[in-house]
């Protein structure tokens, strides 16, 4: 028996997952750009800072102060746990891969989601859809290529922060009950504030005109992903919003071509077709063959824009 949520509930959740996936592209980009620059502690820190005060800002808006009140006290520490891994682990991977490569391989999360939601929250993924979960992950593999080098620490970051991301979606949607989205978007800014508090030390810079405006974007972005994410996440199952996420790639890889001549290879081109093609037969499981065509649709209209772009530079 499918769990699918009412029509809509599905197109809320729809639009803020994909409002908070387009902020989540936005802050990797100025995140690239930040690393060239300044320390990843430092961007840690200072990033964190920007989205604290800035949910503090919005905090009205989300039923005041007080809907930071909870009980579940040890879920939220455990989330920022995971919250810090995610972060330090992704921003790590950022600065030592392209764009799209680190992009990639973060993607492996809502294959993770996806198989996770079975044992913690009970809800029901057939046989089929695991069987999409293992493509995917071979697509992983495809892109890695073990004993080529390109199985590396920056790429067991990626990975490992991939974990704690899938931690997240499941312990949102296991929390959506008792707890606000604003709770669950502010404690997970905790845990990597404190720690890159505690170890930006020596390696702090100031940063220029240009690169406060940077850092506040990023602050600004990363408020925006856990706003669309975890609220999209409280509406609707994970197995059928986490495959959406891939459409950040078709941003990544047009955004590394663009700004910083990043060509993804043949074999990264092959096994993120993999993963997506895995993903979009997990919505088409779930939700059925109408809302998939519309995603192929999206993803169709923005290739060709992207392979038209290219084009039009080759002649010049």
Known sequence: MKVTPPHDSLGAAVGLLL?????????????????????????????????????LFIARWYGG????????????????????????????????MPLVNALTLAFTAPLIVTALSVPFLGEHVGWRR???????????????????????????????????YAGLAITARKLAGTESSFALSVYVLAGPLIASMFTVGGDYTP??????????LAGLSSAGAWIGIVGGYRRAPPA??????????????????????????RWVVVGALTIIGSGLFIV?????????????????????????????????
């Open 284 to 316: 088409y499981r779930e939700v059925g063959q109408a809302l998939t065509a519309r995603y192929l649709r999206v993803f169709t209209v923005i290739a060709d824009a992207i392979i038209s772009r290219r084009q039009g530079r080759e002649t010049d």
């Open 19 to 55: 409002f908070g996936v387009a902020s989540g592209l936005a802050l990797d980009l100025f995140a690239k750009a930040l690393l060239a620059d300044y320390s990843l502690e430092q961007f840690v820190f200072l990033r964190s800072i920007v989205g604290l005060l800035f949910f």
């Open 130 to 164: 695991w069987l999409a979960v293992i493509i995917g992950f071979a697509g992983v593999l495809i892109i890695l290529r073990p004993g080529t080098g390109q199985f590396n620490f920056a790429a067991v970051a990626v990975l490992g922060s991939a974990v704690c």
């Open 65 to 96: 102060f007080s809907s930071l009140r909870s009980s579940r006290w040890r879920w939220h520490v455990f989330r920022t746990v995971l919250a810090t891994g995610s972060m330090f682990g992704f921003f790590y991977g950022l600065m030592y």
């Open 207 to 216: 940063p220029d005109a240009t690169g406060w405006l940077l850092f506040i």
């Open 240 to 265: 059928l919003l986490a495959p959406l996420e891939y459409t950040a790639l078709i941003g990544a890889a047009a955004a590394g071509y663009w700004i910083w001549d990043e060509v993804p290879d």
